[in-house]
């Protein structure tokens, strides 16, 4: 496949750019929003139409008949990015959300159907997420450097806590308005308003080394396969012991590597590339849109060759670890676990949603702080001590009698767990190599989303059996081990951010 350049771009002076002040990653951050305020109308709106067509038990089926295929697939859908690219996947992904979801609204504008495309449309969903989300995490490293990544990471967060407040009234305003199929037809819009922004996104290439079949082979000690004899490998430490021992701590390169053009090696004779070119000053290159190689391998070698990846990575593989613990302890007491203790302390409703607030608050504070910011020192250690202090206040949280203690301890669970979750998710970006990283994104989203959320049923039995306190401080516990995973692993410890 030929590539296909954008317009000209200079990549040194790209790289140098902050990432709030760069239009590249400001398009994909409107697409995003876009894409994440359609996900919160449309799940409003089949919510409202499930209701109104079935029995709460069938609604309940419906609303999670997307849970199955997502959880499923979603290790696919991580070989899917990296072998057609993150963009690529990304706007089919849209482009069909915004399809199936527009039909669903013709349909119910026309006739009452009942619940079977409601499911149908639940089920569309699950598949295209599974694709989707891991997509999604790969696209930022492919659109700025590595030392904007924890940057994009705390502006990707606040659009997240946007969407979600935004979102809701929006999918409210629309049932209102013309009742589920006008809801349907307003997610649909908004989906459909991040693909000509994502259109628009410029890719950069991965390094050549990267970008070979032989990429995907066991990251092992010493030179990658594949690689011309002479070219300095973009790995992770673990594939190149001839890279810095400490990388996490060494600042990233100014200027974005570039797929260098196939041509013969100089002569001995001629000095080595690094003396013929004056890198102080960027080079002028167009900016090629993403184009994969052709491989050889087959999609399961890519899969597998990504857990080994994984596994063989000092930062990756524990901090996979503290993801899951940490997930598993979070989502059952400040899911179901808060619904609970809002009703068996007498809150309501309304004070439900004011402890919902102050965790929206602590944790959109703490992506701000990291968007403004740009990086934290010493982030592998702020993250397992953040996780600690976090797991405590869960455990705090189920303990509390009044409301304004309740909201004031979610604040700080808001704080706490925004942080550690903010930082993994940017030590995440930033260790991965880029071209594995559709797939580390998936591993980590299968956890967080496929897997952590299964523990809501057998929190909310033990609650039954044992009570709050109990079950909130073993939830704790859990995640707790997480932050204990995160100091106890040498090279998550001391794993830092670009700077």
């Known amino acids: 496949m030929s590539a296909v350049t954008g317009p000209p771009a200079t990549l040194g002076t790209a790289a140098a750019r902050p990432a709030h002040r760069d239009p590249n990653v400001l398009r994909w951050l409107g697409a995003y929003s876009c894409s994440m305020l359609g996900d ?36 696919g859908g991580g070989v899917v990015a990296d072998r057609l690219g993150p963009r690529r996947v990304v706007i089919g992904s849209d482009a069909v959300r915004c399809a199936a979801v ?82 349907f037809a ?109 491989r050889s391998a087959s999609a399961w070698d890519d899969l597998l060759a990504g857990l080994r990846y994984i596994r063989g990575h000092r930062v990756l593989a524990p901090l996979m670890v503290a993801i899951a613990l940490g997930d598993f302890g979070f989502v059952g007491p400040l899911n179901i676990g808060l619904t609970l203790l809002a009703d068996r302390r007498g809150w309501g409703a309304s004070g439900m949603g004011w402890v919902l607030a102050g965790f929206g608050v602590g944790a959109g504070a703490v992506s701000l702080l990291l968007a403004v910011r740009g990086r934290l020192p010493r982030a592998g250690l702020v993250t397992g001590g953040a ?9 705090a949280l189920g303990l509390v009698l009044h409301l304004a203690a309740a909201v004031g301890v979610a604040l700080l669970v808001g704080l706490l767990a925004g942080l550690s979750g903010a930082l993994c998710g940017a030590l995440l970006q930033t260790q991965s190599d880029p071209a594995y990283l559709g797939r580390v994104t998936a591993v980590a989203s299968l956890v967080s989303l496929g897997l952590a959320p299964l523990s809501m049923p057998f929190t909310a039995a033990a609650i039954g059996a044992w009570g709050l306190g109990p079950v909130f401080v073993a939830s704790a516990a859990v995640c707790g081990l997480g932050g204990v995973v995160c100091l106890a692993a040498p090279g998550l410890r001391r794993a830092e951010l670009p700077r």
């Open 387 to 395: 996780c600690l202090a976090g797991s405590a206040a869960i455990g």
């Open 102 to 183: 527009a039909a669903v609204a013709a349909l119910l504008f026309l006739t009452s159907p009942g619940l079977w495309p409601l499911a149908l449309l639940a089920l569309v969903f699950g598949t295209v997420d599974a694709v989707f989300l891991p997509a999604v995490g790969a696209l930022p490293a492919r659109i700025t450097g590595k030392d904007q990544l924890a940057r994009v990471q705390g502006m990707r967060g606040l659009c997240v806590r946007l969407a979600s407040v935004v979102g809701a009234p929006l999918g409210g305003l629309g049932v209102a308005l013309g009742g589920a199929p006008a809801a």
């Open 40 to 75: 919160s109308v449309y799940y409003i709106a089949l919510s409202w139409a499930a209701v109104q067509s079935g029995t709460p038990a069938q609604a309940g089926l419906v609303m999670s008949a997307s849970a199955l295929p997502r959880a499923v697939l979603m290790l």
């Open 186 to 294: 307003l997610a649909g819009l908004l989906i459909a308003g991040s693909v000509p922004l994502l259109i628009s996104v410029r890719i950069r290439a991965l390094p050549a080394d990267d970008t070979a079949p032989a990429r995907d082979a066991e990251p092992i000690p010493g030179p990658r396969r594949g690689a011309r004899p002479g070219t300095a490998s973009a790995s992770s430490p673990a594939e190149n012991p001839q890279a810095d021992p400490h990388p996490a701590a060494a600042p990233a390169a100014s200027t974005p590597t570039v797929s260098a053009p196939t041509v013969s090696a100089p002569p001995v004779s001629e000095p080595p590339v690094s003396e013929r070119l004056d890198t102080s000053e960027p080079l002028d290159i167009p900016a090629p849109l993403e184009t994969p190689e052709p």
